[in-house]
């Protein structure tokens, strides 16, 4: 069995056309790293398409959170990493691999708190996303990758049902005994709600719909100061802040460009000097 791989989990032409570009950037970045496409799509899974090196295909599909669930026990890899088909890897995230072998799984908290009643659990334990799990191979593992489709199967008889998987990907792992690593936000970038990148950090990986998500990729990782994220397509602006939408973007980066010479220089030892402050 191979040690460390990605899989995607496509169903439908357009999460197959997605897996296949989100696989393409794995490849920029980290050439050697086999991957294999879960899919519902016959002649894909019997000729994978490039660049994976293996497919499998998915039966008794519902195009439902579900198919993702029952998928991941299927992993060829010791160590594996699944990527949702909506993610562009900027660098490489081969360190999460390195992570696994201390750790059972590895998520990334979501942008938002849901209010969904878990029983015992506190607010404390926020929910994950669920775009990027990174997971090694072991009874303790394949107990929960068992108990969460359970879980969310038990959420949906509930008088309030649930959103998403995450509501029970965040009960099955609280009461679970694994040893569980967050990972920080430039591991699973979401384009959906604002963020912000710590001073030194890289955007490891962008997660949704981005427009030009190559230069957004590049815009965000010319400066590793610290940097507010607002919405995508991720735009940058006079050196630290991405703005809502390129034409915002655009219409900042023009304005600061006409301030006069001494203005800009204030504003920018302003911003310098607030994020050595911080």
């Known amino acids: 069995m191979t040690e ?15 897996a296949i570009d989100s696989a393409q950037s794995v490849m920029r970045v980290m050439p050697e790293t086999p991957l294999t496409l879960f899919t519902d799509d016959v002649s894909a899974a019997q000729d ?10 998915l039966r008794d599909v519902t195009r439902s959170c579900l198919d993702k669930m029952h998928a991941l026990r299927e992993t060829p890899y010791e160590r594996t990493i699944m990527l949702d088909t909506d993610t562009y890897v900027c660098e490489s995230i081969a360190d999460v691999f390195e992570a696994l072998l201390r750790f059972d799984v590895t998520v990334a ?20 996303n669920t775009g990027v799990i990174g997971y090694r191979r072991s009874d303790a593992v394949w107990d929960f990758l068992e108990d969460w489709p359970r879980t969310y199967a038990d959420q949906m008889t509930r008088p309030e ?24 936000m430039e591991y699973n970038l979401r384009t959906l709600a604002p963020g912000f990148l710590g001073n030194g950090a890289r955007v490891k990986v962008i997660h949704g719909s981005v427009g030009d998500v190559a230069g957004s990729a590049a815009r965000l990782n010319r400066s590793t100061r610290y940097r507010a994220v607002v919405h995508s397509p991720l735009r940058r602006f006079s050196g630290d802040l991405v703005t809502m939408r390129p034409a915002l973007g655009a219409i900042a980066d023009r304005v600061f460009e006409h301030l006069p010479k001494g203005l800009q220089a204030k504003l920018t030892r302003l911003r310098h000097g607030n994020a050595e402050e911080a």
């Open 48 to 57: 994978p398409p490039r660049p994976f090196h293996s497919a499998v295909l």
């Open 4 to 18: 460390t791989g990605i899989i995607y989990i496509a169903t439908g032409p357009r999460h197959l056309q997605e």
């Open 109 to 128: 908290y979501a942008p938002n708190r849901y209010p969904y009643p878990v029983a015992d659990c506190p607010d404390a334990f926020p929910e994950p």
């Open 161 to 184: 049902t649930p959103r998403h998987d995450q509501h029970a990907f965040r009960e099955a792992l609280y009461r679970s005994e694994l040893r569980f690593l967050i990972l920080p």
